[in-house]
């Protein structure tokens, strides 16, 4: 994992519902799955952001 850009770490044996989460995220068109590998990777859209800063 590059640790030069902004990130989050989040472990799904600590979460267990982590994963639906991601998944609904992915079907409202916030995040997108970019894993290159075997350790997943998600990209946050600005749209999911801008979501948050005004809740």
Request: hydrophobic share 35%.
């Given at each position: 994992m590059n640790k030069s850009e902004p990130s989050f770490e989040y472990h799904t044996d600590i979460h267990?519902?982590?994963?639906?989460a991601i998944l609904?995220?992915?079907?409202l068109g916030y995040?997108?799955?970019?894993t290159p590998k075997?350790?997943?990777?998600?990209?946050f859209y600005e749209q999911?952001?801008?979501?948050?800063k005004n809740a």
């Open positions: 267990p519902e982590l994963n639906a609904y995220m992915q079907d995040i997108e799955d970019i075997n350790c997943p990777k998600y990209q999911f952001y801008d979501l948050l």
